[in-house]
Nanobody, 124 residues
Framework: QVQLQESGPGLVKPSQTLSLTCTVSGDSITTSYYAWSWIRQPPGKGLEWMGVIAYDGGTYYSPSLKSRTSISRDTSKNQFSLQLSSVTPEDTAVYYC????????????????WGQGTQVTVSS
């Protein structure tokens, strides 16, 4: 019933900002007690948690990406978005949005709904 769909450009030039939007249906992004996450998977590598925006609007980021990452939301559209600045080819990956619980144990531990993922390539 809960569905997430990523959208945004599939190609970004180095030094530019990567912007993606996740559209959620079947649940409100303000529903207690869930957070809405961005995860990526570079080719041949594992999943990397990037950050979340919680149901109350609080944001939390991976330490390795915090300086370049911003997650925001538009509650009127039931959407949340990712911006990753100063991208390099190392940011090429499949990007996923997902839902995860807010349980006090830390984010990036588990997800119950996922989008299908979208390929983003960073190349000039």
């Amino acid at each position: 019933q809960v569905q997430l769909q990523e959208s945004g450009p599939g190609l970004v030039k180095p030094s530019q900002t990567l912007s993606l939007t996740c559209t959620v249906s079947g649940d409100s992004i303000t529903t207690s007690y869930y957070a809405w996450s961005w995860i990526r998977q570079p080719p041949g590598k594992g999943l990397e948690w990037m950050g979340v925006i919680a149901y109350d609007g609080g944001t939390y980021y991976s330490p390795s990406l915090k300086s370049r990452t911003s997650i925001s939301r538009d509650t009127s559209k039931n959407q949340f978005s990712l911006q990753l600045s100063s991208v390099t080819p190392e940011d090429t990956a499949v990007y996923y949005c997902a839902r995860e619980p807010t349980h006090g144990l830390g984010y990036g531990r588990g997800y119950d709904y996922w989008g299908q993922g979208t390929q983003v390539t960073v190349s000039s």
